[in-house]
């Protein structure tokens, strides 16, 4: 029918499950794809069991860029994607990216320089902090790009103040499509044996958080007091410091959860702590209160009604969290489910 071929560049766990409802999509309008590993995770926990579970299509390579400073990192990712594309026998129609993590930024950079047009799904979200190097990736992606796919009218808005209007398309969030997919398939299966009954789930992976063990400590010191188990399945950049830290035994430790039992979990837990920005987004559609453990947040949208309350690791904060309930009615946030196709139908539109 046409003959549009997409390169998709992932390589981090969120990534694998934005591009499992993507990839869908794409197929379904007879779009071409070829997936890139660029390898930045690489435990099987942190990947091959997404792609098997999702039903991912295999990627046509690994390019086992690994862990490393991030220059090493995303220096290794750019070279290794350059090469593979000039060893194609011919260019893809387009280059597509996720997020903003460094497989993002170097799947972006390889494309542009080879004057292939950049997609990128999760356009226009700032956290305004440029230390962290995830704001750095989403604003140089978002500058080189062709076509933006933004969650909501705030990343429209972001982009906008940037000088950046031609090609944005506000879909929705395509993790929006992926919870309404798979939580009825998750909730089917098995609980997952090491649950709590009564709990709320944890995760924290951002270095800011993770790399001082006394701010740390002072978290799991907090959350080992409070009248209810913790449940933490943890990133395997905690997993080296934990021996360090004394762990209450009402936190329970867990290895990285399938996309499934994070779905599970999410649907069992009390409240949700967390340092993800997709989780924050997760719980929020699951209808859970969460609190964030960082100071601020792309997804300003969650904040409404104390949904989603910042705390940055304040014990006091999060004490004050805890206790302050949601105060407004649920209601739909950052689409309706149908990003995937609206992105497909885009992309069949724009290089036909
Ligand atoms: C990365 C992204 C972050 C995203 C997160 C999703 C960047 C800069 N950060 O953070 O935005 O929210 O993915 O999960 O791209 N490790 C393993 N096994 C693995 C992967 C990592 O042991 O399969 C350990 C290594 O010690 C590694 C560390 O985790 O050095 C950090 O991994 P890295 O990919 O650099 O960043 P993440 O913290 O996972």
Redesign the pocket.
Known sequence: MNHITVLTVIG???QFVKAAVVSRALANEGIKEQIIHTG????AL??ATFFDELNIPQPAVNLDAG?GN?GK?TARMLENIENYVLNQSSKPTALMVYG????TIAGALAATKLHIPVIHVEAGLRSFNRKM??EI?RVLTDHVSELLFCSSDEGVQNLAKEGITDGVHPVGDVMYDAIKTFTPIALNQDRPPSLPGKFVLLTL?RPANTDDHSKLQSLLDTLGSLPISTFWPV???VKQTLEQLNISPNIILSEPLAYFDMLYSLHSAELVLTD??GLQKEAYWMQKKCITLRDETEWVETLEGNWNQLTGLHPQKITDAWHKEPETSWKPLYGDGKASEKIAGIIRDYFS
């Open positions: 981090a766990r969120p930045q995770h690489y435990d942190m990947s862990s991030h990192q903003d993590t460094n497989s190097p995830e990736n992976h990133h395997p950049r993800s920005g």
